[in-house]
């Protein structure tokens, strides 16, 4: 019922009555205290009078403390000690009075005033205390005292959330970030709002578990605050997401949070107007890329998805999210069924995700690795051009950058295939980009499983980085690429800054609060991997009209020449010197 539901007007009249009914009692308690329960009736004479006098400071001291703006609830220690303040004030403000007016008073029993002062602490006290002491020990979760990050409409919502009960977790304190500066000292929900300077003095005081985040923050930014919160022993931290429409719901900030880019120069529209109507192939579409830029094309009105991928499983799940796509099971190494395919589906967008992507798998299965990702390419590739489709994308690495590896040097034929091939009326392009947090075989859910299960967190350098950016993000950023291309480029992804993986598994640590608890061990480099990954062979890139977007220089190489010299590779039993040949700075030992 709307009646019963608290508001802060509610809350502070209910105070009120209650201090005015408890100091009443607490006042006629001292004095039957004093006389020994036998109250001669001319000391009663001035009763009321200074019953009044006392209960109006005691009222206004105790809005001074800002006693009445607390949600009872959340009582904390510090509340209590405004309230010993308040009375404080207000019984050495009725002395004076007592003083300055003492015949008027008369006769009145001074100790009465002594007896009443801690009658009223005890009772005031104990009757805001009541509600934390039956939460903390008879309700099934305890309350955390919790701090808000952002003062903002989110902010509002989570105290309100907190209200009615629909969250373990009471906010007793509001961090102005940023932008937040002129909510300096206010009061959201009757919840205090303090300087960012405060923070760790705040965490102390308020002696806060947990933090709340209620506003997107750049990601250096959001780092910095995540990193002063451990350093101030909050280890677990929530952020507020949109669950869809207006909806919010509380989610634990995760380690993608952390590290995800954001690029501020996603283009949607021009992404919908090169997808709208349009049919679609996805290749690898069962795959953490494939799979995501099938939701996109599919999100971006594809007039048909037809979405590839060898795993049945795979496929299937991606298919139970797209229920109108046309599944096809096949592996794009078989040269026949990839022709077969196009040539029924004629598409007008190919998008070649598919490909072996583990680096130390395709180092112990070299031939698989350049079976599928070679041959696989070049299929696809020959066969969009034969059928005329409008555009292919091929989905590259920053591992095919100077390869120390299979896996990145048959990624980097595939480039030159995809630059040099005769393209008729096809415009073919490949899009070069870095990890994709949370994708399979990511370090990231590594290291989640090995910290959940007590560690060690194996790292296999202390020096070694990898660039990184959230899977939706990079799968917009090809599809914008491919909406900008003319043919023949190598599109290059801002990948921001490389991030140290040893930090990044001393981060995941601390936010599963097992600092000291889980240790990291060091492997060693595995074959073919590098201590960090390269986006551009050298610094004659070319802008774009975005500045997430950036253009390779081409890599001239015969078509014929490159054709014979793959052929040599898909024949030979020395697959490292025939990659070599094709990809000259690739290198391994």
């Known amino acids: ?50 019953y009044g006098i006392l209960v109006l400071f005691k009222i206004a001291a105790m809005f001074a403390f800002k006693s009445y703006f607390i949600i009872w609830r959340f009582f904390s220690f510090g ?22 007016f003492s015949t008027y008073f008369q006769p009145f029993p001074r100790s009465v005033i002594v007896i009443d002062f801690f009658l009223s602490l005890i009772l005031i006290g104990s009757i805001r205390v009541s509600k934390r002491f039956w939460n903390e020990n008879f309700q099934p979760h305890a309350l955390k005292p919790t701090l808000l990050l952002g003062a903002n409409s989110k902010t509002a919502t989570v105290i309100q959330s907190a209200l009615k009960h629909e969250i373990d977790y009471y906010p007793v304190a509001i961090m102005a970030l940023e932008e937040d500066y002129n909510t300096k000292d206010a009061y959201i929900n009757n919840v205090k709002v303090y ?23 750049p990601q250096k930014a959001l780092r910095r605050l995540v990193e002063r919160l451990n350093e101030a022993g909050v280890r677990e931290i929530k952020q507020v997401k949109l669950l869809g429409g207006e909806h919010e719901k509380l989610e634990d900030l995760s380690i993608e949070d952390l590290l995800a880019r954001h690029p501020q120069d996603l283009d949607s529209a021009l992404i919908a107007s090169s997808i709208k109507g349009r049919s679609v192939l996805i290749t690898g579409a069962g795959g953490s890329i494939g799979s995501e830029i099938a939701r ?6 594809a007039s048909r998805l037809v979405l590839v991928d060898h795993s049945e499983y795979h496929l299937y799940r991606i298919g139970e999210e797209i229920p109108d796509a046309d599944l096809r099971l096949l592996d794009v190494s078989d040269r026949p069924a990839v022709r077969k395919l196009f040539a029924e589906i004629k598409p007008q967008i190919v998008i070649h995700a598919a490909a072996y992507k583990h680096v130390p798998l395709c180092e112990h299965n070299p031939n698989a690795a350049v079976h599928n990702n070679v041959a696989g ?24 950058v100077r390869p120390t590896n299979i896996m990145g040097a048959t990624k ?13 009326k096809t415009e073919i392009v490949a899009v070069r980009f870095g990890n994709v947090l949370g994708s399979s075989g990511s370090v990231i859910p590594k290291f989640k499983h090995q910290i959940e299960h007590g560690g060690p967190v194996t790292v296999t350098h202390p020096e070694i980085t990898r660039y990184f950016m959230l899977i939706p993000e990079a799968c917009q950023l090809v599809l914008q690429a491919a909406a900008i291309a003319k043919g023949g480029e190598l599109f290059i992804l801002d990948m921001g800054e490389p991030v140290n993986i040893t930090e990044l598994a001393k981060q995941m640590i601390r936010l599963y609060g097992k600092e000291g608890e889980v240790e990291i061990v060091y492997t060693g480099l595995r074959p073919g991997e590098k201590l960090y990954e390269e986006l551009l062979i050298d610094e004659s890139e070319q802008k774009t009209q975005y500045r997430s977007i950036m253009i390779a220089r081409p890599t001239q190489y015969n078509i014929e020449t490159l054709r014979k010299d793959i052929e040599v590779l898909f024949n030979t039993d020395d697959i490292y010197a025939a990659l070599q040949k094709i990809v000259p700075e690739f290198s391994y030992s």
Request: charged share 20%.
């Open 1 to 50: 019922m709307r009646l019963f539901r608290p508001t802060a007007f509610k809350r502070i009249l209910f105070f009120v009555t209650m201090d005015l009914l408890l100091s009443l009692f607490s006042f006629y308690s001292a004095y039957l205290l004093r006389f020994n329960f036998h109250i001669e009736q001319k000391f009663l004479a001035h009763f009321w009078l200074a």
């Open 79 to 100: 509340d209590a000690a405004n309230i010993v303040k308040a009375h404080i004030v207000a019984y050495a403000a009725f002395i004076l009075v007592y003083m300055a």
């Open 195 to 217: 300087d960012p300077e405060m923070l760790e003095e705040v965490v102390r005081r308020k002696q806060i578990v947990s933090a709340i985040l209620a506003k997107q923050l």
């Open 296 to 301: 996109q094309c599919y999100r971006f009105g």
């Open 377 to 400: 390419t070049m299929h696809v590739i020959d066969s969009a051009i034969e059928v005329e489709s409008e555009k292919l994308v091929i989905i590259s690495t920053d591992k095919a």
């Open 412 to 424: 980097r034929v595939t480039e030159l295939y995809a630059q040099n091939v005769p393209s008729r």
